[in-house]
């Protein structure tokens, strides 16, 4: 069985009250914040930096955030936020299993394309606890969605009655952490993108009845000429 990690569900929710989205200053500051961190690294900014950087005095970011800790965490959550935003575009009420999980790949790739390594490693080094909490969530929900997902796939003739929910969703999110892991690709030149790419095709074929395959094959052939013609434009 994948060894699920509990979510503080209350902890998610009072936080989420204190984000206060509606909020549109909040979310200019945010959004401001980001920016910054991106330029300059994380690291290298304490909270008078980012006051001034805003154009804003201490006194008024402390209204919105309590330490530079609380920042970064709420910058986790304003960002798992985004992320919600971005997925309810989609019109899944009106997709099969395969084409959600197409969908949501692409989305992932784009999200790839604004991947800043330095970040990531200072959030590691430096906000430890906070990193992994905001880890445990990510995984924790990505277990829940692959496993909807398969479900669905399952009740659509798109994947195999016999597939082992939990332990194909425990598998995927083990190979998704994995994936992080600067020592998973032994193979030099290999980039994240082609091992996530690699890994979720591996992850239909071996789920999908013969229907799925063929709606898949028909569908990365329709995606492949498209992204050619893109780019012959």
């Known amino acids: 069985m994948f060894p699920l990690f509990v979510p503080k569900l209350i902890f998610k929710l009072k936080m989420n009250e204190e984000l206060n989205f509606k909020d549109p200053k909040f979310i200019e500051l945010m959004d401001k914040i980001v920016a910054m961190f991106f330029e300059f690294g994380i690291r290298n900014l304490n909270m008078d930096d980012i006051s001034r950087n805003l154009g804003i005095s201490k006194k008024t970011l402390y209204r919105y955030v309590k330490s530079k800790e ?42 790839m394309g604004h991947f800043n390594p330095k970040l990531k490693f200072e959030l590691k080094k430096y906000y430890e606890p906070i990193f992994q909490q905001f880890m445990i969530r990510k995984q924790n929900h990505i277990f829940g969605q692959i496993s909807k997902n398969i479900e669905k796939g399952i009740a659509e003739g798109l994947y195999r009655s016999d597939v082992n929910i939990e332990l194909v969703a425990g598998l995927y999110v083990r190979n998704l952490v994995m994936m992080h892991n600067n020592d998973f690709c032994i193979v030099e030149n290999i980039t994240f993108e082609e091992v996530f790419q690699v890994m979720f095709e591996n992850h239909i074929r071996a789920i ?4 799925g395959i063929a709606y898949f094959e028909k569908r990365k052939a329709e995606i492949i000429q498209l992204n050619q013609n893109i780019f012959n434009q």
């Open 70 to 111: 609380d920042l970064i965490e709420k910058l986790f959550y304003y960002d798992e936020m985004k992320w919600d935003i971005e997925m309810s575009k989609l019109k899944i009420d009106e997709m099969n299993a395969i084409e959600i999980l197409l969908q949501v790949s692409l989305k992932v790739f784009e999200e």
């Open 208 to 211: 999908s009845t013969p229907e």
